[in-house]
């Protein structure tokens, strides 16, 4: 998109009139999505001060201080859009999303519930995303999917229909997403990207994001036939350019995170279109044609709830076997935690902690004596609030230890020092399990109905640590209680760890490949054969 170009030409506009509100707003939408968020404040700032009463200005104002983690500012923000509009489209819900991201939880229980009954009313109140953290109804998360969709991402047929192509030596992958550099959805899939089989496919990025230079844009950069940087272009522009290189396959790995850009898909980028691994969900659009899930995340007695055709793979989550551990041996000392006593541990993002997963865990920590709860803080009120509500619950909060940001290396070596992973529920752990369970550390989870609910579930069942598996709170509190007083069966589940780590198929990454080529072999073929898409299973029995 040139929003360098139309910067510009607001410039002009602006010095010719000063007071044109409409170019100082658009303006500041520019800067936004140029990721110049100050710029962009400093634009929304000036479109208030002459209209006081622009609830646009504020919401975007809000968006723009929740990128730069300014989380209280914008929610004050998003505040002075709601008393001006009560009914601003998706604003409850990320005004609510980023209240969690600070873990305030001020009347949370009362928002949650209005925000459910709003979506479930067909109100437009949430984006998709925030939802995942918030409930665990599939049915729920589809309908905000839905709602999101049509509004802001419709099918959009200006480009016609894909013609047909007729069957070629080599199926053209493309795979689309921002996060083409140091981020959780490329930690994942570089030795994906690395290990197809370039006899039988092509493969090709097109990448919407910064260009970073950091060490795994580079990396990333070399695995691919192609690698093209199309952040300048627009969503018309990059989905006409997908034609033009006759993708057969589209892998959107953005879904509904932040940065995406589904109208590319909206325009039919492809002939085969598919949701995969940034967004545990359904996206509920009609021109999304699979999602890549297991049996796991996906049972399917709730096929139904998931607008894509479901593709089951033995495991879900594309892994790189290549992932390097640092050698450093933190002490305790060092990293804050105390020279004795159990260390549970949970490095999941903020939001994912819910009120009632918190529960839980203060529970563990009051039956576990001279235990510590080692959490990762993406901000210093996120760390404040957590420790009050560890104190309004009766414990102590100097037990709730926060660790720093860390490269890769490093953070995963930091795990070694944790004794066991708490995870979160309604949103899983996802990158952040398999990094526990890479370098070492057990992850116990507790399931619920959705995708996001069950992640860490597939993950176990790949490295055959079924037993780290509950389905009730109850059973996953007394299980990390259990483990924490008992030496010898927490450290036969490590030694299993250590055995499954490279022989179990989670961290395989060319068997993992081999699978979701074969996925991408089978789709084809049922296109070639003029079939619509359908559910594929790879490796397993069918229904």
């Given at each position: 998109?040139?929003?360098?170009?139309?910067?510009?030409?607001?410039?002009?506009?602006?010095?010719?009139?000063?007071?044109?509100?409409?170019?100082?707003?658009?303006?500041?939408?520019?800067?936004?999505?140029?990721?110049?968020?100050?710029?962009?404040?400093?634009?929304?700032?000036?479109?208030?001060?002459?209209?006081?009463?622009?609830?646009?200005?504020?919401?975007?104002?809000?968006?723009?201080?929740?990128?730069?983690?300014?989380?209280?500012?914008a929610?004050?923000?998003?505040?002075?859009?709601?008393a001006?509009?009560?009914?601003?489209?998706?604003?409850?819900?990320?005004?609510?999303?980023?209240?969690?991201?600070i873990?305030?939880?001020?009347?949370?229980?009362?928002?949650?519930?209005?925000?459910?009954?709003?979506?479930?009313?067909?109100?437009?109140?949430?984006?998709?995303?925030?939802?995942?953290a918030?409930?665990?109804?599939?049915?729920?998360?589809?309908?905000?999917a839905?709602?999101?969709?049509?509004?802001?991402?419709?099918?959009?047929?200006?480009?016609?229909?894909?013609l047909?192509?007729?069957?070629?030596?080599?199926?053209?992958i493309?795979?689309f997403s921002?996060?083409?550099?140091?981020?959780?959805?490329?930690?994942?899939?570089?030795?994906?990207?690395?290990?197809?089989?370039?006899?039988?496919?092509?493969?090709?990025?097109?990448?919407?994001?910064?260009?970073?230079?950091?060490?795994?844009?580079?990396?990333?950069?070399a695995?691919?036939?192609?690698?093209?940087?199309?952040?300048?272009?627009?969503?018309?522009?990059i989905?006409?350019?997908?034609?033009?290189?006759?993708?057969?396959?589209?892998?959107?790995?953005?879904?509904?995170t932040?940065?995406?850009?589904?109208?590319?898909?909206?325009l039919?980028?492809?002939?085969?279109?598919?949701?995969?691994?940034?967004?545990p969900?359904?996206?509920?659009?009609?021109?999304?044609?699979?999602?890549?899930?297991?049996?796991?995340?996906?049972?399917?007695?709730?096929?139904?709830?998931?607008?894509?055709?479901?593709?089951?793979?033995?495991?879900?989550?594309?892994?790189?076997r290549?992932?390097?551990?640092?050698?450093?041996?933190?002490?305790?000392e060092?990293?804050?935690l105390?020279?004795?006593?159990?260390v549970?541990?949970?490095?999941?993002?903020n939001?994912k902690?819910?009120?009632?997963?918190?529960?839980?865990?203060?529970?563990?920590?009051?039956?576990?004596?001279?235990?510590?709860?080692?959490?990762?803080?993406?901000s210093?009120?996120?760390?404040?609030?957590?420790?009050i509500?560890?104190?309004?619950?009766?414990?102590?909060?100097?037990?709730?230890?926060?660790?720093?940001?860390?490269?890769?290396?490093?953070?995963?070596?930091?795990?070694?020092?944790?004794?066991?992973f708490?995870?979160t529920?309604?949103?899983?752990?996802?990158?952040?399990?398999?990094?526990?369970?890479?370098?070492?550390?057990?992850v116990?989870t507790?399931?619920?109905?959705?995708?996001?609910?069950?992640?860490?579930?597939?993950?176990?069942?790949?490295?055959?640590?079924?037993?780290?598996?509950?389905?009730?709170q109850?059973?996953?509190?007394?299980?990390?209680?259990?483990?924490?007083?008992?030496?010898?069966?927490?450290?036969?589940?490590?030694?299993?760890?250590?055995?499954?780590?490279?022989?179990?198929?989670?961290?395989?990454?060319?068997?993992?490949?081999?699978?979701i080529?074969?996925?991408?072999?089978?789709?084809?073929?049922?296109?070639?054969?003029?079939l619509?898409?359908?559910?594929?299973?790879?490796?397993?029995?069918?229904?």
């Amino acid at each position: 998109m040139r929003h360098q170009a139309a910067i510009a030409s607001y410039d002009l506009a602006i010095a010719i009139r000063p007071d044109f509100v409409e170019a100082i707003y658009n303006r500041g939408n520019s800067f936004r999505s140029l990721s110049q968020h100050q710029a962009a404040i400093a634009s929304y700032d000036m479109a208030i001060a002459l209209k006081p009463d622009l609830f646009h200005a504020y919401a975007n104002r809000g968006n723009a201080l929740s990128d730069l983690k300014q989380y209280e500012a914008a929610t004050d923000s998003y505040d002075k859009a709601l008393a001006i509009n009560p009914d601003h489209e998706f604003l409850s819900g990320a005004r609510l999303h980023t209240k969690t991201s600070i873990c305030d939880w001020s009347d949370a229980e009362n928002e949650i519930a209005q925000l459910t009954q709003k979506i479930q009313r067909n109100e437009r109140a949430s984006p998709p995303f925030p939802v995942l953290a918030l409930s665990t109804s599939v049915s729920l998360q589809r309908k905000a999917a839905e709602l999101w969709v049509n509004e802001m991402h419709p099918a959009n047929f200006e480009l016609g229909e894909v013609l047909k192509r007729t069957r070629t030596e080599k199926i053209r992958i493309g795979y689309f997403s921002m996060d083409f550099e140091n981020h959780p959805v490329s930690f994942l899939t570089a030795g994906l990207f690395e290990s197809h089989d370039k006899d039988k496919f092509e493969v090709y990025a097109f990448s919407f994001g910064a260009d970073t230079k950091d060490e795994m844009r580079i990396r990333l950069e070399a695995a691919f036939d192609r690698f093209m940087d199309v952040q300048s272009r627009s969503d018309k522009e990059i989905a006409e350019l997908a034609r033009q290189m006759q993708i057969d396959i589209a892998i959107d790995l953005a879904g509904f995170t932040s940065g995406s850009r589904s109208s590319i898909f909206a325009l039919r980028a492809a002939p085969l279109q598919i949701n995969y691994l940034g967004y545990p969900g359904t996206m509920g659009a009609d021109y999304m044609d699979y999602l890549i899930a297991d049996k796991q995340v996906i049972p399917q007695e709730v096929q139904n709830y998931y607008a894509e055709k479901i593709v089951y793979l033995p495991c879900f989550q594309a892994n790189d076997r290549q992932r390097k551990i640092s050698d450093k041996v933190f002490s305790r000392e060092e990293l804050g935690l105390p020279e004795s006593g159990f260390v549970f541990c949970c490095f999941n993002n903020n939001y994912k902690i819910t009120p009632s997963t918190f529960d839980g865990w203060m529970r563990i920590l009051q039956q576990v004596d001279d235990s510590v709860l080692f959490l990762y803080a993406d901000s210093e009120p996120a760390a404040t609030n957590l420790r009050i509500e560890a104190s309004q619950r009766g414990v102590d909060p100097k037990r709730l230890i926060f660790g720093d940001k860390l490269a890769t290396p490093e953070y995963l070596a930091r795990y070694r020092c944790a004794d066991l992973f708490l995870d979160t529920l309604p949103f899983n752990a996802g990158t952040t399990a398999s990094d526990a369970l890479w370098a070492g550390l057990p992850v116990l989870t507790c399931t619920g109905e959705a995708f996001a609910s069950r992640m860490a579930a597939s993950l176990l069942t790949a490295i055959d640590l079924p037993e780290l598996i509950t389905t009730t709170q109850e059973d996953y509190e007394a299980l990390a209680v259990e483990l924490a007083t008992n030496p010898e069966q927490l450290r036969a589940i490590k030694e299993k760890l250590d055995r499954n780590r490279l022989t179990a198929p989670l961290f395989d990454t060319k068997l993992f490949t081999r699978h979701i080529e074969d996925a991408y072999t089978q789709m084809y073929q049922r296109y070639q054969a003029d079939l619509a898409p359908d559910h594929i299973y790879v490796g397993q029995p069918s229904a």
